[in-house]
């Protein structure tokens, strides 16, 4: 049996670009994409957390060291600039696949400087 897994996601991005006009995709600087093992014309989620919007489109690469994070086509009306944003990738693996799995996790400050990476996501206490 397969089962799917968080590959990587970019938590807290704030979107520098909404680009109607252009050919759909998200464009992310490219050491960002690097860092967290997302290739170019990967799928990812977008989760919109100003607005709740939720939408696939796929990865493409922004200059490297630009920051971007750059949502354009269609997708450009669930997201504006400033807009914080998760962006995720996932992946599907066997039971036994899952058991040693982790995935990459990187974390941004409002002008989308990594402040920290990790390979999980701490227990969630009330």
Known sequence: MQITLLKSKLHRATVTHSELGYEGSCAIDSDILDLANIHEYEQIQIYNVNNGAR??????????GSKT????GAAARLACVGDLIIVCTYAQ???E??????????YFDNKNQVIRTAVD???QTI
């Open 55 to 64: 939408f696939t489109t796929y990865a493409i690469r922004a200059q490297a």
């Open 69 to 72: 994070f750059s949502v354009n």
């Open 93 to 95: 693996c066997s039971n």
């Open 97 to 106: 696949e899952a058991q040693n799995y982790h995935p990459a996790l990187v």
């Open 121 to 123: 996501i701490p227990i």
